[in-house]
């Protein structure tokens, strides 16, 4: 194998592919439209416009939505359900609208399995794990014949406790594998999701049936072109939770894959953060379809045990993101008399008015345009150009049925595209009680870096970072993590009835067990470490908070309950305003996560200014309903040490930056743009 490390980012437009060439620490990214029928041409196209010889290639990480997509566009597979008697409307009745109690709008979303193909399944496991009604193995087999007959393609089976014990389950997997084969497409609840609430573990497990097939259609699909392009590098996949796994292992779990694209970015935040010494970020990525907002913490991704998608609950580790309908495809239309910006996305294909393949109506990348900040003639590096006439005629189209110019309709396009995603930050930090005027903002996605500047300021941050290669900066986070498995453990004990000795005892096993998971990944032993975190909730509380140990083998002395419930008490603090110190609280599972460290990058040294003056061209931009006369610059030609005012547009091939007028650019040593308001 050679010395090139490669990510690959399919987003909603296009599909980015970011190199890193140990020899020379040098990055290299390209760009190619997103092919929605086959995505693997669009990966495999951009993968050649940066490769020479794919022998070269010694690691190949992939981020892919496949999953997310038949989620939320409902194409997944027909899954048959296989529930306890006992308890077989479970998945039905889920939960009510706790936050939305009376919100006259509120629909419960649709569940993925109808009720007509829930299968009620005799015996009974209880609470302590103790079998208290044989598991009725006839009922499994007469489940295995309607699915062989009924045209199902996968199938979920979620039974009562068996988080606890699951000798249930795993006696009807051995049943369903004898009776249909190993092709079968099988999630089992307690494997997709070890954990406490019934319903959410089972939604867990169907969603996982229900993208399985998709999942790995494309994994083997992809695996198979990229061999035969001659490489020999095994392909990895990233996980919802910011880590990476092997395609194998994605194959057996392809729920962790759900979040595979968005979660690149943040973990490109994470070492943004450590490169620049700025630990708390807020990550935005705008691309030609969504909008999606995550947070660095303390220089950490911020992880969750659980996240809602279209309303169902899966419990993962996930990176928590927020994601919206707004990207440089969002169309812009009239509705109730007003100006709406998406969620619908003109997408790769036709795309917006000014890709000239078909599109009418007018988008977030049309108003940009018209107004100059987008340059018609060298959008993606030249190889896209724009029509800037047809961007105007429909926007002059849609100002009419409003009353508005084109100047003034383009604004109000970006102007509602900039409101609906400051609300989405908000979403992830005021909502949370966290301030985000004491975060950096970091813009990246082909389209972030457009509207970051805008965003800062209606937020009152400060301080902008435009990293190097923003439009494909998820890839490049990509090659920036690590292998990373996660397990969890139900553990329910009151701090008065906790036993270290046999808290440590299950901790020293889970970890054994995360470990040796590592076996699979292919991480060599002394590359190995693992961290472990409990979960905890005040005695009585329905939710809890996940709480860090120093480590999974950390000492459960006489002093470990009194360390915990302080630390306990600073992430409650910090996350709901208040703590109450001294009340009984009660441990509800434990965490351990294993990590495969797969080395630091060595970073590129960029060579520092020689000059202070810029090389510039100037072009006329409108900004607060009047032109301007901005300086256009090469981001190509800028290097540390840079400085200039706004009104600005910095150029490249992956993105454009735009800087309004009152604000200072400076390129940082990493060339990494920090854009700030200028004092007056």
């Known amino acids: 194998m050679g010395d090139l490390r490669v990510a690959m980012d399919i987003g909603g437009t296009f599909t980015d592919v970011v190199v890193h060439d140990a020899r020379t620490g040098r990055y290299r990214a390209a760009k190619a439209s997103t092919t929605p029928g086959d995505l693997s041409e669009g990966v495999l196209s951009a993968l050649g416009a940066v490769v020479d010889s794919e022998a070269d290639i010694s690691f190949l990480v992939h981020g892919t939505t496949q999953g ?20 077989a409307d479970t998945y039905h009745i889920a939960r009510g609208p706790r936050t939305r109690l009376y919100d006259l709008h509120y629909r419960k979303p ?40 009924g045209g199902f393609t996968a199938v979920a089976v979620g039974y009562l406790f068996s988080h606890v014990n699951p000798a249930h389950e795993r006696r009807t997997r051995d049943i369903l594998l004898e009776e249909l084969g190993p092709d079968l497409t099988l999630s089992l609840s307690h494997e997709a999701a070890n954990e406490w609430r019934e319903y959410e573990r089972t939604s867990s497990a169907v969603t996982e049936a229900y993208i399985g097939p998709v999942v790995r259609r494309y994994l083997t699909g992809l695996t198979g072109a990229l061999a035969a392009r001659g490489v020999t590098a095994p392909l990895h996949v990233m996980q919802s939770s910011g880590g990476v796994i092997t395609a194998e292992s994605a194959r057996r779990r392809p729920l962790q894959t759900l979040l595979s694209g968005p979660v ?41 045990a659980e996240a809602r998608l279209e309303g169902l609950p899966i419990l993962m580790s996930v990176v928590d993101l927020h994601t919206i309908g707004a990207g440089g495809g969002s169309v812009a239309r009239t509705e109730a008399g007003g100006l709406r910006v998406g969620p619908r996305s003109a997408g790769a294909d036709p795309g917006p008015v000014c890709y000239g393949r078909g599109g009418s109506e007018p988008t977030v990348t049309d108003a940009n345009l018209v107004l100059g900040r987008v340059d018609g003639r060298g959008f993606a590096g030249g190889r896209l150009p724009l029509d800037t006439r047809a961007a105007t005629a429909a926007l002059a189209r849609l100002g009419g049925t409003l009353g508005l110019g084109t100047r003034a309709m383009a604004e ?43 965003l800062a300021r209606e937020l009152g941050i400060e301080e902008v970072v435009v990293p190097r290669f923003p439009g494909a900066l998820s ?12 397990f969890a453990e139900p553990y329910f004990r009151l701090d008065a009835d906790l036993d270290g000795a046999a808290l440590a005892a299950r901790l020293s096993e889970v970890t054994d067990r995360a470990l040796a998971s590592l076996d699979s990944e292919g991480v060599p032993q002394d590359a190995r470490r693992a961290e472990a975190a409990v ?46 110190p001294g009340a009984p609280i009660e441990f509800t599972a434990l965490r351990v996560t294993a990590f495969g460290d ?73 060339g990494a743009l920090v854009v700030t308001g200028e004092r007056e």
């Open 535 to 580: 979960d905890i909730r005040y005695a009585a509380q329905e939710y809890t908070l996940t709480v860090p140990l120093t480590g999974p083998r950390e000492p459960l002395d006489a002093d470990f309950r009194t360390t915990v419930a302080n630390r306990f008490a600073t992430v409650h603090r910090s996350r709901y305003g208040h703590a109450n």
């Open 110 to 149: 649709d569940p993925l399995v109808p009720l007509r193909d829930i299968v009620p399944v005799g015996g009974r496991i209880d609470a302590e794990g103790r079998e208290i009604e044989p598991l009725d193995e006839a009922a499994v087999r007469a489940a295995a014949t309607r699915l062989r007959t």
């Open 68 to 87: 997310l997509n038949a989620l939320l566009q409902r194409r997944g597979a027909r899954v048959l359900l296989l529930a306890s008697a006992a308890a």
């Open 412 to 454: 109000g396009v970006c102007d509602v595209a900039n409101a609906k995603m400051a609300q989405a930050i908000r979403t992830i930090t005021v909502s949370r009680g966290i301030e985000p005027r004491r975060f950096t903002l970091v813009a990246f996605g082909g389209a972030g870096p457009m509207h970051s500047v805008f």
């Open 264 to 304: 690149g970015g943040t973990m490109g935040g994470v070492e943004l953060a450590r490169l620049l010494g700025r630990p708390d970020l807020v990550c935005v990525d705008m691309g030609g379809t969504s909008f999606d907002v995550s947070l660095v913490v303390d220089g950490r991704p911020d992880v969750a």
């Open 598 to 670: 797969l080395g630091r990058l060595r970073p590129e040294v960029l060579p520092p200014a020689e000059d202070a003056d810029v090389p510039a061209a100037e072009r006329a931009v409108v900004f607060a309903g009047r032109e301007h006369r901005t300086r256009v610059v090469a981001r190509s030609d800028l290097r540390p040490g840079h400085t200039f005012g706004g009104p600005a547009v910095i150029t490249e091939d992956t993105a454009t930056t735009v800087v309004p007028p009152g604000h200072r650019v400076a390129v940082e040593s990493s």
């Open 475 to 486: 890839a490049w986070g990509m090659l920036q993590t690590e292998i990373r498995r996660d």
